[in-house]
DNA sequence: ATAACTGCAAAACATTTGCATACAG
DNA sequence: CTGTATGCAAATGTTTTGCAGTTAT
């Protein structure tokens, strides 16, 4: 679940490379959210986010949060995920395997998977529609057997 | 894209028996709804479609909308996806080939598709996490080759 | 008749924006 | 210093809700 310091060291230094190669400042509030989002592994949303940068005492806007996640967006540390509710969440991406999701619909648990037959799709696709395609999201919906899963939609942060 | 009138009276009548089994009322609101989005075989979003219902001198409010919509999902007459927009996109699904989505990050133009492969790939991740699942939703993102992809992403309705 | 539905407008959310202040380079 | 970021609060866009009036059954 947590990076080792090693990696969560490397996904710093090229957002601070990113930064500095677009003219861009390398604030404190910045790495926070980068770290929080990193340290829990989890798909947050931008509210869960803001609300454990908060209780670990890091004092940040929802503007910055927002914002930063669309510059970690764009130097590729996060992805962004639309899981079907209207509020995005969002994922680390770096030194992490591609993979999709399997969310249970009862409790609102994610899990994650990766079969390779689904490139083999997107080649086809492309092939046949004349298509570059730049990504994919494969999401499936259905029921867990988890003895803990209660049909409680269970918050994104604890 | 248009279906056939058999078929359209066969979703009218499915509609009416549906909403008879719970007891709640068949109004011109629902039905004028119900047709407006099999008419266009489109995939849009709420707002487009109080749009065209209005275009075409029916007067629903959104609300009415958005509560119709529901019911037709509930039916299963109706889907609703999400496309990484925060708004949702609703696409009539009676008589209509199972099929995934592609989309045009330039021109926000979609494409359907069908792999027989995503079902097997299902079938194996309900296998591999104990999972039932009940649907899913793979949609691709790329670069289409079209004369008129023109970079700008068209509305939903002309 | 009467319970359900509609339209409207206000509320509820998620996200973005504008602007005065703060601060990294 | 200087321009970029931040926080705040207001604005935006989408969807939901409350309620008085309307209508299908």
Known sequence: MT?????????????AEFLKTRGQRQTSERFAILDALYASG????ADALFARLKKNGVSVSRATVYNTL????ECDLVVKHQFGKTQARYERSFAYWQHDHLLCIDC???FEFCD??????????????????????LNMYGHCRRENCDNKPQTAEA
């Open 3 to 15: 990076l080792p310091q090693a990696q969560l060291d490397e996904v710093r230094t090229r957002f």
């Open 42 to 45: 989890e798909h947050l949303d």
């Open 70 to 73: 669309d510059l970690l967006i």
């Open 108 to 110: 609102g648990e994610i």
């Open 116 to 137: 390779p037959r689904i490139q083999s799709i997107q080649e086809t696709v492309a092939e046949i529609y004349g298509f570059e395609i730049a990504q994919h999201a």
